[in-house]
């Protein structure tokens, strides 16, 4: 019998790893607001093919329980949607969180301790043009458990069905690592409206390399001396790769949504003791352009 699969947060990546986990044999349900929608059809369009699948919907507000939940949604809306289903999940429910930054992990274990958390990251990128779900590379996907845990039985239904897939021993190294990364980079494109490789060069080189410093400092107080060392050439790799990649919280501004920036630059302030004056201007600029959006 195929294990299903609820996903909690459909949107580019969610629609993706409904794909996803349908080719790994797995039955998927989306997660619905409505009412009146008994399914939904995904079409993902990649550079070899374009496939339309059609899932059953069910609504937040149903009564039966949810086994295996893949969460999708912004970090900052986890813990709000996660209280919408909270009669629906317990003790017997598995919670896979595949999103940036890291403020959900704290407000999911608020929310639902009971539940058994695994955590996730994946490069795969994704973009939605109306219906349709644009995917821009395999990517690679780590899933992985806060404390060390051996892979989980359903795991092999993930392997299945989504490439470059790796169990993860280090996944809050790797999530805080990416963290670091995004804060480089996500924010300063999002302020300045610029692509990702538009930040190696003036106007905007003085001030990555002013932020990466910062990042880098409240790394080695959070115990990571080697994520620090490496990050400055980490993330000029990263801006090189993606040069041409509108990043995600440009995506946001430039739509009108509400940013992660709380949950990556906030939350990496949060965990220091001290000032970081370049980082605290990029998230009180952010946050007083969601305020007029």
Known sequence: MSETWHILGVGSIGGLFAHRLHQGGANVRLLSHSTEASSRAISVKTAHSTQS????????????????LL???KSWAAGSALRRIRHRIGDHT???????????????????????????????GCHRAGEQWI????????????DIR?????FGTWQKGIPSLEWCNDINERLIEKVAINACINPLTAVHGVK????????????????????????????????????????QTVMADTAENTSSMLSDVMAGRRTEVDSIVGWL????????PALQAMLNHLKSIELTS
């Open 269 to 276: 302030l949060q965990q220091s003791e001290r000032e970081h």
């Open 196 to 235: 990702n490789g538009a930040l190696l060069d003036e106007p905007y080189q003085a001030k990555s390399t002013q932020i990466i410093a910062e990042v880098a400092d409240i790394l080695t107080e959070l115990g990571h001396p080697e994520l620090a060392a490496r990050l400055d050439q980490t993330v």
């Open 150 to 154: 051996p892979r989980p039985s359903w």
């Open 94 to 124: 598995t919670i896979v969180a595949m999103m940036n930054g890291m403020q959900h992990i704290e407000d999911i274990q608020e929310v639902a301790p009971e539940c058994t958390l695994f955590l996730a990251t994946t490069t795969a």
């Open 71 to 73: 969460i999708t949604s």
């Open 53 to 68: 699948l059609t899932f059953d919907c069910s609504n937040l507000d149903d009564s039966s329980n949810i086994s295996n």
């Open 135 to 146: 995917a821009a590379g395999e990517g690679k996907t780590l899933v992985g458990h806060p």
